[in-house]
């Protein structure tokens, strides 16, 4: 058992786990503070998700959608991962999100691209877009969450400001791509046969769970890997040690932006969503992926279930009642945990030093007991 | 031109005041990146005194009553800030965002659980206060006088005179930029710190407040505050942590802010058919490169971001 506690990952899980039960603890209290009466049974249907509808083909198709946006959120919380492994607090991952949605919609929509140039193009424009963070971070030493957050916000005014010209006519919002632009639609494969012919279940989902699993090669297992965490772990260091600081944290950052961006795509490419242009404030997505990143651990494979936890959560805010809640309860839960997360630094040192306290009681214990036994012979 | 030299003067208040904020507690050491956070419930606050006092009392106790509001609760919450990053050594960027996140969930959600309650049919996330407004407000001509912007130059004055010239300041200051050495003279450090935080909360508090009543009269609490508190931290780089110099940036921030929201007012301006929307990206446009061009030679504390641990050299 002990040995099993001493273990980084087990002690990781440990801490995220006690995030998630604190996080549901701390948002059920705020229920209970505004109405009492219906607090259970809300953060029960925030906990349930797709199992609070009883007809089975409902729950499938619910789980589906869920799915279909856990693949985004991942691609966001693994651009944050990537970029926190090298010491970059990657925030402007929402809005290298919005750049991918802009280019793959713009590109879908304008130019009549058909799927994986827009997605590649979304791809390159996060590229760039993350470009601007890591030039700036590198050579001027700008802190890059403040970058960051100003070019989340120019992003998302030159979003509403093109895609205004590819909108429906009577509403805010992008056309639809299935009658725009049908070509730019990610193939399914039959996977969406799996899920009771759902059309936002597509490559998505396994594309995004296998460049997970990249990510963690490229990090534990490359050269490359190695030399972006050494710069994360001591800049100075890595510099000394004569790896190139400056290229490592541009690249880097492009590389968070790629993801990002590739993120938008895989889901703006299903359909799911539309772009509203008269957005007033960035997307989401991009936030919660930092939720998503640190709950997992920072590990790229415990992230895919943070990815699914919290997008589960948010997703399940539509099911409470609306009569007593608002469905951003959900938002306020993933909040709550992101700041828990804080705490995990914390929660692994009490284990630790709980774990070599007792350690070292057993160590005394057994030396007087040979003391004792030395004193009879 | 009267037009835009008082949303000037109003978003300058907001961006000294929440920048003066982030000043005090970055020189104590804790970088405050929850500060758009700590506004959106200083505007909470604020918003919600102004919705239960009826309009009718008088101009003096409305002001008092809100500015107590907003900064009540916005202290309160930047003890979540202090207790994880001083107390428990968390990363600070990590808990500032959750904080920002936090802050816009948590008033939207009870901002709804309010309006809900109040009338079943209404799940808008929106306070209203045009009455309670005006209290704040003194027409001298065609010139709209608010309240804030004395309050932003008593700010002022009390950052500078606290920092230079107290022993309170010049010991918040040490602890930022080396703490270890404040503690070698018997300077609790961690109180410092407690300080620094709870300054700059009172500060965005008084900041988030000031920002809603600028211009509109009522609030949408599910937008939060569209990234001041990240334009007040570039104004307090740019013022490279110094209050006057903060003053300053934070005018030429103000002007660009304020251009968004009156060019049209501008027959030239009007005429170079720019989009609305490129106005509105203008003062983070600007505040990007002027960043590109201050932080080289940053003066910015040197332990800020850094947990105090006593056993460290």
Known sequence: MRDLLKKQGMQSLIASLLCIVLGLLLGYIVLLFINPGGASQAILAVAKNFLNTTRANLQVKNFANTLAKSAPLLMCALSILFAYKVGLFNIGAAGQYVAGACACLYSALAWGWSWLPCMLFAIAVGALYGAIVGLLKAYCNVNEVISGIMLNWIGLYTANMLLANVKESTSPYTVHLKDGAPQAILPSLGLGKLFENNQYITIAVPLAIVLAIVIMVILNKTRFGYELRATGNNKNAAKYAGMAEKRNIILTLMIGGALAALGASLLYQTDYMQWEVTASSVPSMGFNGIAAAFLGGLNPIGTIFASYFIQHITDAGAFVDKTMYSSQISDLISAIIIYLCGFVLFIKTTISSGIARSEERERRRKASAEAEKGGEA | ?313
């Open chain 2, 1 to 313: 031109m009267l037009l835009l030299l008082q949303y000037t003067l109003i978003f300058a208040s907001v961006l000294l005041l929440v920048a003066l904020g982030g000043c005090f507690s970055e020189h104590s050491g804790v970088i405050n990146l929850g500060l758009e956070g700590i506004m959106v419930i200083g505007a909470l606050g604020g918003a919600l005194v102004m919705r239960y006092l009826s309009a009718t009392v008088s101009p003096v106790v409305m002001i008092l009553a809100v500015l107590c509001g907003s900064v009540v609760l916005a202290v309160a919450y930047s003890t979540l800030l202090g207790v994880a990053c001083i107390k428990f050594r968390a990363d600070q960027t990590l808990v500032g965002t959750a904080l920002n996140l936090l802050g816009v969930a948590a008033a939207t959600v009870f901002v709804k659980a309010i309006n809900t309650a109040a009338d079943p049919n209404d799940v808008s996330s929106t306070i209203q206060y045009v009455g309670a407004k005006k209290a704040f407000l003194i027409n001298v001509g065609n010139f709209e006088f608010n309240w804030f912007m004395v309050v932003a130059i008593l700010a002022l004055v009390f950052a500078y005179v606290s920092l230079y010239k107290t022993r309170f300041g010049l010991r918040l200051m040490a602890c930022g930029e080396h703490p270890q050495a404040a503690d070698s003279v018997g300077i609790n450090v961690h109180k410092m710190r407690w300080a620094g935080v709870l300054i700059s909360g009172v500060l965005a508090g008084l900041g988030g407040i000031c920002y809603i009543l600028a211009g509109v009269s009522e609030w949408k609490f599910e937008n939060g505050v569209a990234g001041f508190g990240f334009l007040a931290l570039a104004v307090m780089i740019f013022g490279q942590w110094k209050p006057t110099r903060i003053a300053l940036a934070a005018l030429l921030f103000g002007l660009f802010r304020a251009l968004s929201n009156v060019y049209f007012g501008f027959d030239f301006l009007v005429s170079l058919n720019i989009p609305g929307s490129i106005y509105n990206m203008m003062p983070y446009v600007i505040s990007l490169i002027v960043l590109a061009f201050t932080s080289k030679k940053s003066r910015a504390p040197k332990a800020e971001g850094i947990p105090y641990d006593k056993g460290q050299r």
